[in-house]
């Protein structure tokens, strides 16, 4: 049997075709005041894009936003060290340069990433748990649009298609995530395919419908006050106070 390997062009069709804004609302606005005034997850200090060497390719051929990131201190030297050998670091020119047909995949899905069961099926989008603190589109999941879910499960089943590392790294990342959550004991929150919020139960694994009251948000967004003294500790500022507080949308 031949083997398929995803290539340049199949990303250029999921660009295509994955465009979609991920909410109505400049998320980009909540987080900044806590990261010296820029996004959360376009600085490598937080978030390190990792794209598949095909995806970098295309990138290269069509922009010159990217370059190979190169790792500042030891715990980036482990993460870089650590990818597999189909991928690679690498980091854009920052938030004022941003070319939005130049986005990675990962730009685009950030902070979801596809959800994997333990029976295989991947049943919608689950949020990037480690930024739960900063990222306020993880306490406001259930804004994020429908043609973005739409849009972000049909990239990922395309790549699945071509890249079966992919589906294996989303699997392993599914068996990760139910571990956590169930040393937490929370219920792991998931974007459904047709947009509905949905928990799974992370020891039975039972999938059930689930409402924001099942999340609690955390971090920086737990509370208004919360709010304010995580940009406080941050050295961030605060505009005039807008009408239902800093966190409402
Ligand atoms: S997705 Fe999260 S981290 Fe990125 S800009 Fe929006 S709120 Fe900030
Ligand atoms: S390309 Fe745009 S969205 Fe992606 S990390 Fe850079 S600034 Fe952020």
């Known amino acids: ?61 069509r922009s010159e936003l990217w370059s190979r990131y190169r790792a500042t201190d030891a715990t980036s ?13 690498i980091e854009c020119k920052g938030a004022a340069f941003c070319e939005r047909d130049n986005r990675t995949i990962a730009c685009r899905a ?18 990037y748990w480690t930024f739960e603190d900063r990222c306020w589109m993880i306490a406001r999941m259930d804004l994020a649009e429908p043609a973005f879910v739409k849009e972000m ?9 071509f890249d079966p590392e992919e589906w294996e790294t989303m699997l392993s990342h599914g068996a990760s995530t139910r571990r956590v959550y169930s040393r937490w004991n929370r219920p792991i929150p998931v974007i459904g395919r047709n947009g509905e919020l949905l928990k799974v139960m992370p020891r039975t694994h039972e999938l ?29 500022t605060l505009g ?4 239902g507080g800093y966190l409402a949308p």
């Open 1 to 61: 049997m031949s083997k398929i390997r995803i290539a340049p062009e199949h990303f250029g069709a999921v660009y295509e075709q994955f465009n979609a804004s991920i909410s109505k609302f400049d998320c980009g606005r909540k987080c900044a005041p806590l990261n010296d005034g820029q996004p959360v997850c376009c600085t490598t200090g937080n978030a390190i894009p990792v794209v598949h060497k095909a995806e970098f390719a295309l990138l290269k051929s």
């Open 77 to 89: 030297r482990k993460i870089v060290e650590e990818l597999p050998s189909s991928t690679c670091a």
């Open 110 to 127: 950030f902070p979801f990433y596809p959800y994997v069961t333990a029976k295989g099926e991947f049943i919608g989008l689950s949020v």
């Open 153 to 161: 499960v049909a990239a990922f089943e395309k790549i699945f298609a």
């Open 208 to 236: 059930r419908p689930a409402t924001m009251a099942d999340f609690k948000p955390r971090g920086a967004y737990a509370s208004e006050a919360a709010y304010k003294r995580a940009v406080k500790k941050a050295g961030g």
């Open 240 to 243: 005039p106070e807008p009408k």
